[in-house]
């Protein structure tokens, strides 16, 4: 059974950093490029960044360049995403799902709140 | 930036029902077009791919129709487990963007 499982959502003070963990299981994880998706509060969804299946192809939405890093460990089957400048627009849950272009599985979320 | 405009925002509707929710790409897409449902307090889960590729555990009651700027999702009969939001995304280019939302509530 696919599994994706994220982690590392926590309260931070505006311009803080986090890093959200995403752990696959259940499949070829080096096999598949990976993506995060996000949902403000009562939002609907916004796509944050994608990572090719060895990690050397990364994209990301305009307003997390140069803020968000998206990476990859195929060794331990995890998928990650270092955020820091952290704003209050950036509060949301955070979403890791599998795929570049159809977005197969998705894991149940992770929330970041940012707040002082 | 391609941008998907969904309507209607919101639909509520009687069981047994047929229910279309649309979607418009500011320029062709092609079939880059994917549809998923969001109950609440649950992750989405895709629907349909490709415009009208249907999955496997999909109920058959859901189709999708479309190709170039104009896309249809159709749920065939409602039932009351459908109540939920449902949302198109296009991956014809970067960045990835998703239509704002169509909320279907069961009457």
């Known amino acids: 059974e696919v599994q994706l499982v994220e982690s590392g959502g926590d309260l931070v003070q505006p311009g803080g950093s986090l890093r959200l963990s995403c752990a696959a299981s259940?499949?070829?994880?080096?096999?598949?490029?990976m993506s995060w998706v996000r949902q403000a509060p009562g939002q609907g969804l916004e796509w944050v960044s994608t990572i090719g299946e060895s990690g050397d192809r990364t994209y990301y939405a305009d307003s997390m360049k140069g803020r968000f890093t998206v990476s990859r460990d195929n060794s331990q089957n995890t998928l990650y995403l270092q955020m820091n400048g952290l704003r209050a627009e950036d509060a949301a849950v955070y979403y890791c799902?599998?795929?570049?272009?159809?977005?197969?599985?998705w894991g149940q979320g992770t929330l970041v709140t940012v707040s002082s | 930036e391609i941008v998907l405009t969904q309507s209607p925002d919101f639909q509520s509707v009687t069981p047994k029902e047929k229910v279309t929710i649309t979607c418009r790409a500011s320029?062709?897409?092609?079939?880059?077009l994917h549809w998923y449902q969001q109950k609440p307090d649950q992750s989405p889960r895709l629907l349909i791919k490709y415009a009208s590729q249907s999955l496997s555990g999909v109920p058959s009651r859901f189709s999708g129709s479309g190709s170039g700027t104009d896309f249809t999702l159709t749920i065939n009969s409602l039932e009351a487990e459908d109540a939920a939001t449902y949302y198109c995304h296009q991956s014809s280019s970067l960045p990835r963007t998703f239509g704002q939302g169509t909320k279907v509530e069961i009457k």
């Open positions: 320029q062709s897409i092609g079939s880059s």
């Open positions: 799902a599998i795929g570049e272009t159809v977005l197969v599985n």
């Open positions: 259940g499949f070829i994880f080096s096999g598949y490029a």
